[in-house]
């Protein structure tokens, strides 16, 4: 069968083990029932996220043009203390910004390749670990806007790692750690504008498992602009990671806006 499509990332469905959809115009793929098969990845061209124009992908999903002019794709997407809404000042568009902005966010702890720290909407919870391969995850504060989780976050980065090494994220090297006692020891780690939302006793620690049957002990990433025909036996699912058997992952959400063809 064959599946041809725009890529996004991947959707998930939190169950045990995690269950992973691609979701096409016209189609969808579970990912899950492909474990353990030979499937084929072909490049055939590029259609921003954005605008939908057939324009080289840049960054994120989009050209460069709606890259540098996209209200989504502003700053304070990637680092949240830039966040201006809450002061009714506009970076790029004022009512979206509004929209995203002035939400509750989540700061968490997250265990992938070690703990890390790091900032979500409270929509995205747990999807936001889901995606960054995270085997637990617990959250520390929920504040009402993306400013004071972007900055518990900064203060959190001196004692944190604030990015996941996606080599030993997929290579499952992950070192044992308590979540719990973690989030106990950096109450005063907090800024005073967000103590208030800091509650111990909230401990709900996620615990997340995925569709892997076997883990690479090395990885090489496939680069469909340099490899536009690859095909492989589907090992594992981990992340937004497809997992082959020659150690070849496949990062869906690097390539969104890229038009494939998938067949099985």
């Not at 990845?41 to 992908?57: D, M, R, T, V």
């Not at 109450?187 to 996620?206: S, T, V």
């Not at 090992?235 to 998938?262: A, C």
Request: one cysteine or more; charged letters at 25%; hydrophobic letters at 40%.
């Amino acid at each position: 069968m064959t599946y041809e499509g725009v890529l996004t990332k991947m959707q998930t469905e939190f169950l045990a083990p995690i269950q992973y959809y691609l979701v096409f115009e016209n189609s969808f793929l579970n990912l899950n029932q492909l474990l353990d098969k030979s499937i084929e990845i072909n490049f055939q061209g590029y259609q921003c996220l954005n605008c939908g124009k057939k324009k080289k992908i840049f960054r994120q999903g989009f050209c460069y043009d709606c890259f540098i002019s996209s209200a989504s794709a502003g700053d304070w997407i990637m680092k949240p203390e830039l966040s201006t809404a809450h002061l009714d000042l506009e970076d790029r568009d004022l009512d979206y910004e509004k929209r995203v902005q002035l939400q509750p966010h989540i700061v968490y702890l997250a265990l992938s390749s070690e703990v890390k720290v790091g900032v979500t909407r409270k929509t995205q919870v747990p999807t936001r670990w889901i995606d960054q391969g995270a085997v637990q995850a617990i959250a520390i504060v929920e504040v009402p806007n993306r400013y004071l989780a972007g900055i518990t976050e900064v203060a959190l980065k001196n004692h944190y790692a604030d990015k996941t090494n996606w080599q030993k994220m997929l290579k499952n090297e992950v070192p044992a750690a308590d979540l719990i006692k973690e989030k106990a020891s950096l109450r005063y780690l907090i800024p005073k504008e967000a103590q208030e939302y800091f509650h111990l006793e909230k401990e709900d620690l996620y615990h997340i498992h995925f569709p892997v049957l076997e883990y690479p002990k090395k990885v090489t990433s496939l680069n469909l602009d340099k490899t536009p025909n690859f095909s492989g036996k589907l090992k594992g699912i981990k992340g937004q990671y497809l997992l082959f058997e020659d150690g070849t992952v496949f990062n869906v959400r690097t390539y969104e806006g890229y038009v494939v063809k998938f067949s099985v």
